[in-house]
């Protein structure tokens, strides 16, 4: 089995991770994909995220309809700072027949020699960049020495053959907190049960300086 990992703080979970997750599943033919919340991811340690309790619930709301979409609250339940590697470790010892595949945006790809044991990471799951179409572009990757360093450039051309595009969502989460502060509508940014949900606890409704 096939098993697309997919992390991010999801703060809110919105159409374009959805999206995301989809395309992936299908044009790189996996049989899962588990949305991974992050606790404290190690690049927004300076930013208060809305509750973990919260943000599981919204992408539960987000995920329930779809037989192939899971949520796991691994990086949860560990909490401290959420380093991929020591995930990867974790969902490969739970599941040890399974391909793991890591789901990255360009910008993710860019930046994993700078995460912590990028070898390690690359060698327990199979990297597929997801690539927005007009808004991202992949084959800047193989202009990147470090990452090239890395992995090699047979693998990073492999890694930019092989990427999934995706229709050019440009929804953000900032965007969608900043609404929700301004007292505007998020219909159509996020699942209705999720807008509902964001509505009923209140959340998002304080000023922060978050960029996501």
């Known amino acids: 089995m096939r098993i697309g ?3 991010g703080s999801f703060d809110p979970v919105h159409l374009g991770h959805l999206i995301a997750a989809e395309t992936a599943r299908e044009h790189a033919g996996l049989d899962r994909v588990l949305f991974v919340p992050a606790a404290r991811p190690p690049h927004k340690l300076d930013r208060t995220l809305a509750p973990a309790a919260d943000r599981r619930a919204m992408l539960e ?3 329930g309809g779809h037989p192939a979409f899971e949520v796991s609250s691994i990086e ?5 700072i959420s380093y991929t590697v020591e995930t990867l470790r974790a969902l490969s010892s739970r599941f040890p027949a399974d ?5 990255l945006g360009p910008d993710a790809v860019r930046g994993l020699p700078t995460w912590r044991e990028p070898a390690e990471i690359a060698r327990l799951a199979e990297l597929v960049t997801v690539e927005r179409e007009s808004l991202d572009d992949a084959s800047g990757l193989l202009s990147e020495p470090a990452l090239i360093r890395l992995l090699g450039r047979a693998a990073v051309e492999q ?5 999934v ?3 050019a969502v440009g929804i953000r989460a900032t965007s969608i907190r900043h609404a929700v502060r301004a007292g505007q509508s998020i219909r159509y940014l996020v699942p209705a049960a999720v807008a509902a949900y964001i ?9 922060d300086a978050r960029q996501a």
């Open 199 to 207: 509505t009923h606890h209140g959340l998002y409704s304080e000023p």
């Open 159 to 163: 890694l930019v053959e092989s990427r």
């Open 61 to 63: 709301l987000a995920t």
């Open 99 to 103: 391909r793991l595949v890591l789901l």
């Open 76 to 80: 949860l339940d560990r909490d401290g």
């Open 165 to 167: 595009r995706m229709p």
């Open 5 to 7: 990992i997919f992390g």
